[in-house]
């Protein structure tokens, strides 16, 4: 008889158990502040110490910044991941040319494109500050450019680099970005 009894309770017992670590658990992540659409820590495409300036075009797709180099060559210079990621490889002759896209999860994903070259294989885990191409002149471009996006759930969003949202001049030279990705 009690054994029957302590067989039967004790299910009770765990599930309510269970229940209290999930409505703890719960507890701990709103508290961090862990919103499933909270970005990523992004940090710039580019080198650690570099200063590039960045403009927006009407005709651009989304809410892209295209980065040229103040302070040395834009061709050629490294891609950075801007934060951790599963990184893809694509092509599109006559638009986007080489281009990476990096899976952040949560509906996240960054874009690169015009690179030079890849720096990584199709379907590779990549660290935040993690060189991932060359900047290039592939696709449809007039020059060596840096094409940035941040999505959400394939829509483009407004680009914030370690939680500053930056602004979106109409021409090069009005504004600038330092990076300090991968400076350790
Ligand atoms: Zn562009």
Not at 11 to 38: F, M, N, R, S, Y
Not at 55 to 76: I, K, M, Q, Y
Not at 137 to 149: K, L, R
Not at 155 to 176: C, K, M, R
């Amino acid at each position: 008889m009690s054994r029957r009894r302590s067989t039967r309770r004790r299910p009770l017992l765990l599930a309510v158990i269970a229940a209290l670590v999930a409505l703890l658990g719960l507890g701990a992540t709103a508290v961090a502040g862990e919103d499933p659409k909270a970005a990523p820590d992004f940090r710039a495409p580019f080198p650690c110490g570099q200063s590039w300036t960045y403009s927006h075009h009407s005709a651009e797709v989304r809410r892209a910044l295209d980065f040229v180099r103040n302070d040395g060559e834009t061709a050629g210079a490294p891609v950075l991941a801007s934060a951790a990621g599963t990184a893809t490889r694509h092509v599109e002759d006559g638009g986007a040319g080489n281009y990476i896209v990096i899976d952040h999860g949560d509906g996240w994903q960054t874009y690169y494109f015009h690179l030079d070259a890849f720096s990584v294989d199709d379907g590779a885990q990549v660290a935040q500050g993690q060189q991932i191409g060359t900047t290039g002149a592939t696709g449809n471009v007039t020059g060596a450019h840096q094409h940035y996006e941040q999505l959400l759930n394939g829509e483009g969003q407004d680009i914030t680099i370690a939680g500053t949202p930056l602004p979106y001049p109409p021409e090069y030279g009005q504004e600038s970005l330092t990076s300090d990705n991968g400076c350790g």
